[in-house]
């Protein structure tokens, strides 16, 4: 990806997150969009880990939820304020990323996903049992950030929503920045090598072990800090931030929008978080619906959703 290119894909998703405001018909709908900001972070991770290195994980919700009851917990047991235990759930995810990365990354195929998935439920069932501490299944209050009510002080008056939607729009566009870096990066460059052929990477010098590594670390803490940005901004926590759903919602917006590209990723986080919205006046049919738009994206724009309308967007100007 040329320099040009980068700053085009910043400069639209920017665009697009300060201009959409300015059609929302009430203020559900900041609540919404900064939903599909914490989306989209954490989906990113995801191009970094499935799109750049070709290494699957159906188990990074494990990483939100560490995140989430960081934010959760380290305030109430250690004191500290929500900002530090966002970094906090950031750093142990990415602790135990590199920690367990080391046998897990050595597996292949479908057995790479079991293992990643087994993790996920791992810390699923740590938080649902573990009530003393997380509160079980009925989950725990998060404390407030207290960030909205410093700049009200300053004059600037915002609404919960519109305050959560800048937030996350902001973080949403430092991640973005940091993935499109990484990807003309000496590292970024080892990654997407690993994604056509381990063996053709190794015999150039690419040390595959600890690029695989690297991009599951990193990828682990994009998790984990969309984790706590959706516990901060909801209030309140519950285990289902790190079920098995959950990761597989996360790894169908990354394919749904493209899961070689951030821009493609973001559009897949958004229309699956807009789609169920959308589907409700199918009923009970909803999940059926759903289901077969996906199936028919997968057959007829197997590369994603927006990188396929490019190509024939582009193909037809030639």
Not at 7 to 35: D, E, M, N, Q, T
Not at 97 to 122: D, H, M, Q, S, W
Not at 206 to 221: E, G, M, N
Request: charged share 10%; with cysteine; net charge positive.
């Amino acid at each position: 990806m040329t320099g040009r290119k980068k700053w085009i894909s910043l400069g639209v998703l920017a665009l697009l997150i300060a201009l959409l405001p300015l059609f929302f018909p009430s203020g559900y709908y900041y609540r919404v969009g900064a939903l599909i900001f914490v989306n989209a972070l954490s989906v990113v991770g995801l191009v970094i880990l499935i799109g750049y290195a070709g290494q699957i994980s159906l188990g990074h919700a494990g990483f939100a939820g560490i995140g989430a009851y960081a934010c959760a917990l380290a305030p109430e047991h250690l004191g500290l304020h929500p900002a530090l235990a966002l970094l906090l759930g950031a750093v142990i995810s990415g602790v135990m990323a590199a920690l367990i990365g080391k046998p897990i990354l050595r597996l292949k195929g479908y057995y790479l996903a079991v293992a990643t998935l087994g993790f996920g439920i791992l810390v699923s069932m740590v938080l649902t049992n573990e009530r003393a501490l997380t509160g079980g299944p009925d989950g725990m209050n998060v404390a407030d950030l207290g960030l909205r009510d410093l700049l009200r002080d300053l004059g600037w008056r915002l609404s919960g929503g519109e305050f959560w939607y800048m937030i996350c729009g902001v973080v949403l566009l430092v991640g973005a920045w940091l993935a499109l870096n990484l990807f003309d990066s000496p590292s970024g460059r080892a990654m997407r090598a690993l994604h056509g052929s381990e063996v053709a990477a190794a015999t150039v010098g690419v040390d595959v072990p600890r690029q695989k590594l690297r991009a599951f670390v990193i990828s682990a803490v994009y998790a984990s800090i969309a984790g706590s940005l959706l516990a901060l901004q909801n209030g309140y926590i519950t285990p289902d931030v790190a079920g098995f759903m959950h990761s597989v919602e996360m790894v169908t917006m990354a394919v749904l929008g493209g899961v070689g590209s951030v821009l493609g990723a973001t559009f897949g986080a958004a229309i699956l978080t807009l789609l169920p919205q959308v589907l409700t006046v199918f009923a009970e049919y909803e999940q059926l619906v759903l289901g077969l738009v996906m199936v028919l994206v997968m057959i007829f724009l197997p590369q994603g959703l927006l990188p396929s309308i490019a190509r024939r967007l582009k193909g037809r100007n030639e």
